[in-house]
């Protein structure tokens, strides 16, 4: 069974730049599509992006193209969020999530019900 632990939040100013981690449990985790989404205090959840574990494929939500980059690093069982020029409206509780699935319509605001495995959050505040 995977476990999923995010760390790397905090406070940033807008504009900045700031990376999150998501560190994992479990000797199958470089078989697990693994991607990220976060929610705003009164809003619902929603998909950032993920990458694949076999081809590396990555779906990037539109807000977040270009300046958002996801990597992972299965010799260390991490993925990283590296996230550049946050803005105000990004404040919001960053998940990490995993599954053996890396097909796309999972990988959704709407699909992410079905994830296997979710970490706990971690709260990054950009303030403006």
């Known amino acids: 069974q995977v476990q999923l632990v995010e760390s790397g939040g905090g406070l940033v100013q807008a504009g900045d730049s700031l990376r999150l981690s998501c560190a994992a449990s479990g000797r199958t985790f470089r078989r697990y599509a693994v991607g990220w989404f976060r929610q705003a205090p009164g809003k619902e959840r929603e998909f950032v992006v993920y990458?694949?574990?076999?081809?590396?494929?990555?779906k990037y939500a539109d807000p977040v193209l270009g300046r958002f980059t996801i990597s992972r690093d299965d010799a260390k069982n991490t993925v990283y969020l590296q996230m550049n020029s946050r803005k105000p409206e990004e404040t919001a509780v960053y998940y990490c999530?995993?599954?053996?699935?890396?097909?796309?319509?999972?990988?959704?605001?709407?699909?992410?019900?079905?994830?296997?495995?979710w970490g706990q959050g971690t709260l990054v505040t950009v303030s403006s």
């Open positions: 990458i694949t574990w076999n081809v590396g494929f990555k």
């Open positions: 999530a995993a599954d053996p699935s890396g097909y796309v319509g999972r990988w959704s605001s709407v699909g992410a019900g079905h994830l296997e495995v």
